[in-house]
């Protein structure tokens, strides 16, 4: 069965440091892999996506990066963190190709983000 | 411009009624796929029930039912014999076909009273 795993749950970091979440999917191949983000009691807000190896999509201009240097592995990093990073980010993978509507999303557990 | 709209941000119902979470969204495309997630306040994200815009009855997941009105443009939650656990936020969301990714309305926080 597939399964996603995302870490740290929980993580608080000053200003100005660098980030680095990893999500890791287990049990499928060639997935469509996504970084969200979700500010205090708001939806979801599509950071990045990528479709395969090395291809990132980014939706938001910030001061994120995401990268995915192998099938099932996907990085949201920065290199000098803001108050405004704050917030719940959750990974996902979807196996929706072409015109399949029927698959959703599976999301990993989250990390909460506090930048102080 | 694709949007999905939640209009109630707080819903309160009593333990065993059924409530219905109203979700309305905006396309042009004929082609495409509606979902509602559930986030309990652990925030991970819970698939509840899927409906594609061509298929002709609604679509139902044991006490979850969506009711789609595709004149209106809407597809709304309907949770039967509501329980403590279903206390959480919603999400109703949108994909459409030959895209990637899926559009997120606001959500609707409920709460069970027993």
């Known amino acids: 069965s597939q399964t996603i795993h995302q870490w740290p749950a929980t993580l608080v970091q000053p200003v100005g440091s660098p980030l680095s979440l990893e999500c890791t999917v287990e049990?499928?191949?060639?997935?469509?892999l996504y970084w969200y983000r979700q500010a205090a009691g708001r939806g979801l807000q599509l950071l990045f996506y990528?479709?395969?190896?090395?291809?990132i999509s980014s939706e938001v201009p910030q001061n994120l990066s995401a990268s995915r240097p192998q099938d099932r592995q996907f990085i949201l990093s920065s290199k000098k963190l803001l108050l405004s990073d704050s917030g719940f980010y959750l990974c996902?993978?979807?196996?929706?190709?072409?015109?399949?509507?029927?698959?959703?999303?599976?999301f990993g557990s989250g990390t909460r983000l506090t930048v102080v | 411009a694709q949007k999905i709209t939640q209009t109630q941000p707080g819903m309160f119902v009593q333990e065993k009624e059924a409530v219905t979470l109203d979700c309305t969204y905006d396309t042009s495309d004929q082609s495409y796929g509606l979902f509602w997630y559930k986030q309990p306040s652990s925030g991970e994200m819970i698939f509840l029930i899927y409906?594609?815009?061509?298929?002709?009855q609604n679509a139902t997941e044991g006490r979850y039912s969506l009711n789609f009105q595709k004149a209106r443009k809407s597809a709304n939650l309907v949770i039967s014999a509501s329980q403590l656990g279903d206390s959480a936020m919603y999400f109703c969301?949108?994909?459409?076909?030959?895209?990637?990714?899926?559009?997120f309305g606001t959500g609707t926080r409920l709460k069970v009273l027993a």
């Open positions: 990528s479709v395969g190896i090395g291809q």
């Open positions: 969301a949108m994909r459409l076909a030959g895209t990637y990714k899926y559009i």
């Open positions: 996902a993978w979807s196996l929706m190709k072409g015109s399949l509507l029927g698959y959703g999303y599976t």
């Open positions: 409906q594609g815009s061509y298929d002709e």
């Open positions: 049990g499928t191949s060639n997935p469509n």
